[in-house]
């Protein structure tokens, strides 16, 4: 039978993210400002988190319509490295570590996926998770929950799931998870909230 799980998002929650530096980076290797970066990737966006274009085609695709000047390497280092970890969520999550399932759900690609979990130790405390490239769809859509319930093999009524974006709380809740909203400048709310969810479902003394 399922247990108790803590399931969270990646981004702007175990880290965050600022693709401004990528926009900057970008833009002295190719004849567009910064601000333009995002206007000219827009088409490629959807389909490369659901998993309908690859990582090679994405590069591909992505450095023509920015006439980006430099290597296929250097592409894909720059669209990564916009990430920090979360230093107060890593203190939060340690106590937890060996005592919760903890496991991940994010809109993603698999760029950014192989980024993060090879760079950031916050991740050394989950073990798998379900990624919108991967499987085919994404939040807040309900399809990707259901797959997650599936693969992840969880029981939403005990499944904490931390999420910063309203439209993916709202979709897990009408689902019956147990359900944190998060914003950094409020995380003693979320360090309240997953000590009293880990005691309620005596996973903490």
Request: glycine residues 6%; proline residues 5%.
């Amino acid at each position: 039978m399922p247990g108790p799980v803590l399931l969270s998002d990646i981004g702007n929650v175990l880290t965050f993210f600022d693709f401004n530096i990528a926009a900057q980076r970008v833009a002295e290797l190719c004849p567009f400002p910064a601000e333009a970066m995002w206007g000219k990737l827009d088409h490629l966006k959807g389909p490369f988190e659901d998993g309908r274009m690859d990582d090679a085609t994405f590069v591909r695709e992505a450095m023509a319509a920015l006439e980006f000047r430099g290597t296929k390497e250097q592409f894909a280092a720059i669209w990564c490295e916009i990430f920090t970890q979360n230093e107060a969520m890593k203190r939060s999550l340690a106590p937890l570590v060996g005592r919760v399932p903890m496991k991940l759900l994010s809109n993603t690609n698999g760029l950014h996926k192989d980024y993060l979990l090879n760079m950031f130790d916050i991740f050394h405390a989950f073990d798998g998770g379900v990624y919108s490239h991967e499987a085919k769809c994404s939040k807040p859509g309900k399809d990707i929950f259901q797959i997650s319930i599936q693969q992840l093999n969880l029981d939403p009524r005990l499944t904490l799931y931390i999420d910063d974006l309203e439209p993916n709380i709202a979709t897990a809740r009408e689902l019956g998870f147990e359900t944190h909203l998060y914003h950094h400048e409020r995380h003693d709310h979320l360090q309240s909230e997953i000590t009293a969810w880990a005691q309620k479902h005596r996973l903490l003394s």
